[in-house]
């Protein structure tokens, strides 16, 4: 059964974004999302995965950076309704982190019950099914044994871990990203499982709308970094007028 979040009336506008990939080396990025959540006429606000560039776990949350982060998202959610998906680089946020932060945890995938349609939200990962190695390499991390026993690590052991895999693995992750997409019939299924028509996700960092046959469609959001030349970003914005994309 595929989770369904209904939208309250309340909620006029709601804005989706995802892999903002959040760091101590993108300011630009973090200035530009506080700018994003303070002004944003939405009242929700769903972040789809891969928020920060990465996160070894919820005691991590009291670092300077991780701090300012959290500090910013908990004044957000006093105004507004902000959502989490876990995507691959932030799949140990946990209980703790949400709470701290006033976030509610979206599961992947989620249906969206609003303004007369249904949305279905993933971040996109687990639908790259030729990508078997990243396959692989998911169930193992997101298996709660593996996670228990590498949270059972001291923190500075888990970010030398993070900084290591980061550091070797950088060129040939972005390669695989722009060699990896969606598998069309594997988001086609899942469409009709979930009685919805249009699936939105990030992950690929290839903001675009693909035509899936039968009246289907996948529409991809950008990533975020507004500390490149030029910036990049994207909000994807859901109205009862519809779908809008707003450039950052």
């Not at 776990?57 to 910013?72: C, K, Q, W």
């Not at 950088?170 to 969606?182: I, K, V, Y």
Request: net charge negative.
């Amino acid at each position: 059964m595929i989770h369904t979040l209904t939208a309250p009336a309340q909620w006029q506008q709601i804005d989706l974004l995802s892999d903002l990939h959040l760091g101590p080396d993108t300011p630009g990025t973090l200035a530009r999302l506080e700018q994003h959540l303070a002004q944003t006429p939405a009242q929700t606000v769903l972040l789809l995965g891969d928020i920060f560039e990465v996160w070894v776990g919820d005691d991590a949350r009291h670092e300077p950076f991780e701090a300012g982060v959290v500090r910013l998202l908990r004044d957000a959610s006093r105004r507004l309704d902000l959502f989490f998906m876990h995507g691959n680089r932030d799949f140990l946020v946990g209980a703790k982190l949400l709470a701290h932060t006033g976030m509610t945890a979206l599961p992947d995938p989620t249906v969206l019950d609003a303004f007369g349609q249904r949305w279905l939200l993933v971040h996109g990962d687990e639908q790259c099914l030729a990508d078997t190695a990243y396959q692989a390499f998911r169930r193992q991390v997101r298996s709660p044994e593996w996670q228990a026993q590498v949270l059972a690590q001291p923190l500075q052991a888990r970010q030398a871990l993070a900084r290591q895999m980061r550091e070797g693995s950088r060129a040939a992750q972005a390669a695989q990203l722009m060699a990896t997409d969606l598998d069309a019939e594997a988001c086609r299924a899942l469409l009709k499982e979930a009685g919805a028509t249009t699936m939105i996700h990030g992950h690929t960092h290839r903001p675009a709308e693909h035509d899936l046959g039968d009246g289907l469609r996948r529409i991809v959001l950008s990533d975020w970094d507004l500390d490149s030349t030029p910036p990049r970003g994207d909000v994807i914005r859901l109205s009862a007028a519809g779908l809008q994309r707003l450039s950052l």
